[in-house]
């Protein structure tokens, strides 16, 4: 009928539209305007996944159109009827071949920026180390070298490769910073890391991804890009005026609360380790012990 | 005394809540009204001889498809509540606790309380008759299935108003889902519920492999059966090695809750990174057994509205059983934030990419099966053909989020609640519609009623793109899933706002469904024939509908869409002396009690647990005992079907 003829048009007419849209997005469009290296692979490989498979989305929805046009049971229809035909070697192989090599395509260039995101990107002479933790209902962000923490909010020098480490002491979460890079979960008792470097001065909406229940919809922070200057300014600031992060003031923030951002002027050293220890972290003991994983500074 | 009364009810059941006391009123109200119905018009009897006793296929099948409609009406609900809450930021309707209960109850009950049984319901009315067969291999068992897939179901649903829904989302992981931060019986419903369901799916498998295997007619090789029941073989075997893991997955959290074990605790060495690994070994291998079965209904209609044989047989089978292996080992691929490691990552994203070379064949063979065609667009046609572009965006989003550095970014964000959706709702809940359309006048001797049908068809069509492209947006724009309210500013508010409007047309699409039924029931046209969309497989060859015995003659196959042959070879004159040979009495199954008993007792050492009322579960465990230990001892089991009951039979049909 008329009614699906014209839905096919719909259709090849909003994915063009999207399509078009891509470019001009909007700054709101927070994986589509990455401010640092890892956010830019990221969107470079959501580009070409696109590119790849529109050569196979695209001829199917125009293929449909064309023979649910043409090929209708309609006693005036003369094109050709062929009811027992139904092998074509030719044809098959095409269409196995031609996924196999977008695959093939797509798979390599997966498979080699998936390593290369595990190793840091750029410059990496100095870089500096946060360290997350994801709380019933709150983040609690620890800056070893500079001995403050903060909580709910999260400022970065710019030009210079982050290490996050992340861990949990509630259930797991995931800390995503989308015009940065992508996530990676926070979860109890394992200390996992993530680099992050933000090429602009700017503030970036992150948040918490995956559910933790009934505060975890608050669970949003802003990571506050700086450069280099500013952000030693801002370190002084804090350590001269903040009050200190004390065991009881940890006891608070550990309970479930949804909280304004805080600012204190040390941190706990060992806290960290501690929290990955304590909330089982079994599996995590060696590790920890033989002084692999380095959750306070240095690289990899 | 009064205090403790009042103390224990607050618990057991859900106060506070208008929505729910209103739930609690037409809960009291339905099951009065049925009550009421069944008792004034005297149908207790009915029901339970020709319903809850029974061991036919075809009569759980449609048991099965009552039940699906019924969940995906509840799923509905919860999906336009949600939908409702979002449409603007800091709504105040529903409060994160209740929204969170939601969500979860709504992915639990769409993906095993609508789309399995959806699933069970098209393989209970089809396979068998497909294949030439007189019932499934275990018609007993086959009711225990069904009953304990129903009795799950309640149980999950009675949580919404007795002692609390579940709220750590439908894949409930650990250590939220522990003890330690989810103290309500919510949790305890969702691990009993699926535990139960999940014995009855076991069996539907083994049952439906089985059927396949051992009861095809005489000349029904293996390349000539109809794609349906291949598609059912491979759902069959995923469903045989997915549903362990699932079962001692549960049961472990089951254990820590109960018996304050420490398998995925935070404390004491427990892992939940092994919750998430055990689920998904079950929830990514899945997702294909819900979607096979409708790739299966989706090359029986193509090829029957199309007049034409199905193009690339035997790369549709192929791809069938790649799609059932390689789904084993894509499961990291919904989780590939938690830190495998590049090399494990790459591995299953590369996998995961590969499952969309046999899903884009098999799309490729739907078209060249409708071309040089005659194509019908009666109503199952229409949503095969809607599905066709729907699953082409889907399974393109899906090699999006399989691009392991991509998905960073997607994971947890609306991109894949979109893509989920456009394929599970594109693939599976089409493939339901397109096969129940197909098959109802088989089912009840009537057609359901073009016009209505096409006006369902067209809001729920528009309405799902309205309502998940969007979804594709905000998920680029940073939103993430399971957020009950969210900040304004950030430009989500137009998209969700498009959203809920195509929820409500979906929702519109959905009553206009059930007015059709209705419709059609009372006024619908009655299908006489049996072969109403001039079909091609045996299960046309009998009339609507089909006899509680099938075939009356076991037929013998001599090709591929052994119906259309035969048709054609009585087009050209051409007779088979065995249609004419004599009857034969026809051994069948006895009806049971005991599948709706023993599911009964289940439910009960189920609704027990919950609560931890040890000594009744113990009563009711004893109960299951005895109920296995008597049919064990029961040799009355099966009766014959006389020739004489059988001619006056078929003589009825005008078929002798």
């Not at chain 1, 001829?59 to 050709?80: C, E, F, G, Q, W």
């Not at chain 2, 001892?633 to 020739?643: A, C, K, L, W």
Request: include cysteine; proline fraction near 6%; glycine fraction near 8%.
């Amino acid at each position: 009928m008329k009614h699906t003829r014209m839905s096919t048009y719909a259709w090849i007419a909003a994915l063009s539209g999207t399509t078009l849209l891509l470019p001009g997005c909007g700054e709101q469009v927070l994986v589509f305007n990455p401010v640092g290296p890892v956010g830019m692979i990221e969107k470079q490989m959501i580009i070409l996944s696109i590119i790849m498979i529109s050569i196979v989305v695209i001829p199917v929805i125009v293929l449909l159109a064309m023979i649910i046009t043409r090929y209708r049971d309609k006693p005036n229809n003369t094109s050709p009827y062929r009811p027992e035909w139904s092998e074509n070697r030719t044809l098959e192989i095409i269409w196995w071949a031609v996924p196999i090599a977008i695959v093939g395509v797509l798979g390599t260039f997966t498979v080699q920026r998936t390593f290369a995101l595990v190793r840091p990107p750029g410059n990496t002479d100095n870089p500096l180390t946060i360290q997350v933790t994801s709380m019933d209902w709150k983040w609690l962000f620890q800056y070893p070298d500079q001995k403050i923490a903060t909580v709910n909010y999260c400022e970065i020098p710019s030009n210079r490769p982050i290490q996050f480490v992340l861990t949990s002491n509630a259930p797991m979460n995931s800390f995503w910073v989308p015009q940065l890079g992508g996530q990676e979960y926070t979860m109890p008792g394992m200390a996992m890391k993530l680099w992050l470097e933000a090429n602009r001065p700017g503030v970036y909406y992150g948040s918490g991804a995956n559910f933790s229940g009934e505060g975890f919809a608050h669970m949003h922070f802003n990571v506050v890009a700086r450069p280099q200057g500013e952000f030693d300014q801002w370190v002084q600031n804090v350590k001269a005026s903040a009050p200190p992060l004390t065991d009881r003031q940890y006891a608070t923030l550990a309970q479930r609360t949804i909280v304004q951002p805080m600012t204190f002027s040390t941190n706990q050293p060992g806290l960290f380790e501690k929290i990955v220890y304590q909330d089982g972290g079994m599996y995590m003991r060696r590790d920890l012990m033989k002084g692999k994983i380095h959750t306070h500074s240095g690289t990899d | 005394m009064l205090q403790n009364v009042e103390n224990f009810a607050s618990h057991f059941f859900v106060l506070g809540d208008p929505m729910i006391y209103g739930a609690d009123v037409s809960i009291v109200l339905a099951s009065a009204a049925i009550v009421f119905v069944l008792t004034y018009y005297k149908k207790w009897g009915y029901l339970w001889r020709e319903w809850l006793t029974t061991v036919d296929h075809k009569k759980i099948g449609i048991m099965y498809m009552i039940a699906t409609l019924l969940m995906l009406f509840r799923g509905g609900v919860d999906a336009m509540l949600m939908r409702t809450q979002l449409i603007m930021p800091g709504m105040p309707f529903l409060k994160a606790q209740h929204y969170n209960e939601i969500f979860t109850t709504h992915g639990t009950i769409m993906i095993l309380f609508m789309a399995m049984p959806g699933v069970f319901a098209l393989m209970n009315i089809a396979v068998p008759l497909q294949i030439g067969a007189r019932d499934v291999a275990f018609p007993y068992l086959n009711a225990i299935s069904f009953w304990m897939f129903f009795f799950a179901a309640m149980l999950l649903n009675l949580s919404f108003v007795i002692g609390g829904s579940p709220d750590a989302g439908w894949t409930s992981y650990a250590p939220l889902a522990g003890l330690t931060f989810d103290k309500g019986p919510g949790e305890n419903f969702y691990l009993l519920a699926l535990e139960i369901t999940g014995i009855g799916s076991m069996a539907t498998g083994i049952n439906f492999f089985v059927t396949i295997m051992k009861l095809r007619a005489p000349g029904m090789t293996l390349m000539r059966m109809p794609l349906f029941t291949w598609s059912i073989v491979a759902t069959t075997v995923i469903i045989i090695f997915a549903f362990p893991p699932l079962t001692v997955d549960l049961g472990l959290l089951l254990f820590d809750r109960l018996a304050s074990s420490h398998f995925f605790t935070i404390f004491d060495g427990g892992n939940p990174m092994m919750y998430v690994n055990m689920f998904w070994m079950w929830g990514h291998p899945e997702v294909y057994i819900v979607v096979l079965p409708a790739f299966g209904v989706f090359s029986e209609v193509v090829a029957t509205f199309s007049k034409k044989r199905t193009f690339g047989y035997a790369s549709m089978v192929a791809s069938l059983l790649a799609i059932a292996v390689i789904s084993f080992f894509t499961w990291v691929h919904h989780f590939f934030t938690m830190g495998a490691g590049p090399g494990v990552n790459s591995f299953f994203a590369v996998a995961t990419m590969i499952i969309a070379i046999p899903t884009g064949v098999k799309v490729f063979n739907w078209l060249f099966t409708m071309y040089q065609g005659r194509i019908r667009m009666n109503l199952p046609m229409l949503w095969a053909v809607a599905f066709i572009p729907n699953f082409a965006i889907g399974g393109a989003t899906g090699v999006m989020l399989s691009v392991a550095p991509a998905d960073y970014q997607f994971h947890n964000s609306y991109f894949l609640i979109a893509h989920f959706h456009q394929v599970l709702i594109g693939g599976t809940l089409f493939g339901i519609l397109a096969g129940m359309y197909y098959w109802w006048p088989k089912m009840f001797g009537v057609i359901l009623d073009e016009k209505i049908g096409r006006w369902a068809f067209w809001f729920f069509n528009i309405g799902f793109y309205v309502c998940f492209l969007p979804q594709y947006w905000l998920g680029w724009m940073g939103m993430t899933r399971r957020m009950y309210t969210y900040l304004p500013g950030m430009g989500w508010t137009m998209w969700n706002f498009i959203s809920t409007m195509g929820a409500y047309m979906m929702g519109t699409g959905f009553i206009l469904i059930v007015i059709q039924i209705i419709y059609s029931i009372l006024y619908g046209e009655r299908d006489l024939t049996g072969d109403p969309w001039d079909g091609r497989t045996l299960e046309w060859s009998l009339p609507s509908p089909a006899p509680h015995y099938n075939f009356a003659r076991i037929p013998t196959i001599t090709g591929r869409d052994a119906w259309w042959t035969m048709k054609e070879e009585q087009r050209k004159g051409i007779t088979h002396s065995e249609e004419e040979a004599p009857l034969k009495p026809i051994h069948m199954p006895n009806d049971s009690g005991r599948p709706f008993v023993l599911s009964v007792l289940f439910f009960i050492a189920g609704f027990a647990l919950v609560f931890t009322w040890y000594p009744l579960a113990f009563v009711a465990f004893i109960g299951i005992l005895a109920s296995l230990v008597m049919r064990s001892f029961e040799y009355d089991t099966d009766h014959t079907i006389s020739v004489e009951e059988l001619r006056h039979s078929e003589a009825a049909y005008g078929r002798v």
